[in-house]
């Protein structure tokens, strides 16, 4: 499989090719390829990131390669398993510069452990209260305010897990538990 360098290094000569490269069960396509996909085949979702291995950012998309037939993308299969599918005018290098310089940059996913929650709207911890019954309403109060404060799209099903312990620790302590 090659390497992403390999795959930036064909990207720089592309200019009339749309080339995806399978992943895992996706298929990627890079910097002039992600650029004549979206603008000659489908609009996709573009994403630029910085990659440590490469040493500079990249913009890729990425789709299913179950998705190709629905999409309709008929190429040619290579030696190392990538497609390759031509597109009808070649690249105006112009326009694919202005194009990925217009593209914000993607911050990095944490690589290890899972990421900081959103920062709760009110403390985690409620001064004591006069009475257990107005502990326990502000107790849940503050845990209306955490749920209502993650961003659900970008959290990992162990963030979810590990949040849902808090909550469930906060109730139980107001509770007396």
């Known amino acids: 499989m090659p390497s992403i360098n390999d795959k930036l290094l064909f990207e720089e000569q592309n200019d009339c090719t749309v080339r995806l490269w399978p992943e895992g069960s996706f298929y990627k396509a890079y910097e002039r390829s992600a650029y004549l996909f979206v603008n000659r085949v489908k609009s996709y979702e573009v ?40 597109v009808d005018a070649p690249l105006d290098e112009q326009a694919f510069l202005s194009w990925r310089d217009a593209l914000p940059l993607t911050e990095p996913k944490p690589k290890s452990g899972p990421a900081p929650l959103a920062a709760p709207a009110e403390p985690l911890h409620e001064q004591p209260s006069a009475s257990s019954q107005s502990a326990a309403q502000s107790a849940e109060q503050a845990v209306a305010a955490r749920v209502r404060s993650i961003n ?26």
Not at 47 to 58: E, F, H, L, N
Not at 153 to 173: D, G, I, K, R, Y
């Open 152 to 177: 659900l799209a970008s959290t990992t099903p162990m963030q979810c897990m590990l949040l849902l312990s808090e909550l469930q620790a906060m109730l139980n302590s107001a509770d007396g538990k």
């Open 47 to 86: 994403q630029r990131r910085y990659v440590a291995t490469a040493g500079r950012d990249v913009v890729s998309i990425g789709f299913p390669q179950s998705a190709q037939e629905k999409l309709g993308l008929t190429g040619t299969v290579c030696d190392n398993g990538s497609v390759t599918i031509r």
